[in-house]
């Protein structure tokens, strides 16, 4: 079956520190694969959108790359922020159905001061 | 821009009541997705709609969920009877054709004493 997987461990990290979240996927060949935010008590924002043909993509101080060998996205914040606190989730376009996104179950991230 | 609207933002009830959640879409939207987000199995997909028609609803977990489209504007996700175990967050999310990015709602969570 399908499976995602993004570190349960919440990361911490220093503010001005680059955070770099991990996304691993099985048994998939994603067309694309989409980043989220996720803020305390709100839902799931949009950050980044990343296509199976494309290495890199970046927005501003976000850049993600996407490693189909691998099966694997890296998610990056540079010069991270406290502001930047938030669970991340990576989702992937069902390969059985192109209007179904599988979700991750996200990583938090904690940047202090 | 309002954005994706849900109601209510929160609900207690007793195990076997009705439940009912709601959900205005962006307008101009077509296609609309219903989500359970809980702790131990994170963002699953319950049911989509596409041009207010029901596409694919095998993520309900089962017969006593239920949900309807009228209209391009609203939609229903319903709970009957209600159990302890359908405590989590419900999403809504809505989506433009022929665009990637889905845009949710801020979710009502949902307590089954």
């Given at each position: 079956?399908q499976?995602?997987e993004?570190n349960?461990?919440?990361?911490?990290i220093?503010e001005?520190?680059?955070?770099t979240?991990t996304?691993?996927?099985?048994?998939y060949?994603?067309?694309?694969l989409q980043?989220?935010?996720?803020?305390?008590?709100r839902?799931?924002?949009?950050?980044?959108?990343i296509?199976e043909n494309?290495?890199?993509?970046?927005?501003?101080?976000?850049?993600?790359?996407?490693?189909?060998?691998?099966?694997?996205?890296?998610?990056?914040?540079?010069?991270?922020?406290?502001a930047d606190?938030?669970?991340?989730?990576?989702?992937?376009l069902s390969?059985?159905?192109?209007?179904?996104?599988?979700f991750?179950?996200?990583t938090?991230?904690q940047v202090?001061? | 821009d309002?954005?994706v609207i849900?109601?209510?933002?929160h609900?207690v009830?007793e195990?076997?009541?009705?439940?009912t959640?709601r959900?205005?879409?962006?307008?101009?939207?077509?296609s609309?997705f219903?989500?359970r987000?809980?702790?131990?199995?994170?963002?699953?997909l319950?049911?989509?709609?596409?041009n207010?028609?029901p596409?694919?609803d095998?993520?309900?977990p089962e017969d006593r969920?239920?949900?309807?489209?009228p209209?391009a504007?609203f939609s229903?996700?319903?709970i009957?009877?209600?159990e302890?175990?359908d405590?989590a967050v419900?999403?809504?999310a809505s989506?433009?054709?022929?665009q990637?990015?889905?845009?949710?709602?801020?979710g009502?969570?949902l307590?089954?004493?």
């Open positions: 079956s499976k995602i993004q349960s461990e919440a990361l911490n220093q001005g520190k680059t955070a979240l996304c691993n996927y099985t048994n060949s994603p067309a694309y980043w989220y935010r996720q803020d305390p008590g839902g799931p924002v949009f950050l980044l959108l296509r494309e290495k890199e993509k970046r927005k501003e101080r976000l850049k993600v790359t996407f490693d189909t060998t691998l099966k694997q996205s890296l998610f990056h914040i540079t010069a991270s922020q406290p606190s938030a669970t991340y989730l990576c989702a992937l390969s059985y159905n192109t209007d179904k996104l599988i991750g179950t996200g938090r991230l202090f001061p | 309002a954005g849900q109601s209510p933002r609900e009830t195990m076997g009541q009705e439940v959640l959900c205005k879409p962006i307008s101009g939207h077509n609309l219903w989500y987000q809980t702790m131990m199995r994170g963002l699953e319950l049911i989509y709609f596409n207010n028609v596409i694919d095998s993520g309900m969920f239920s949900a309807k489209m209209n504007s229903t996700l319903k009957q009877p209600s302890p175990r405590s419900y999403f809504c989506r433009l054709a022929g990637e990015t889905q845009y949710f709602g801020p009502t969570r307590l089954v004493l």
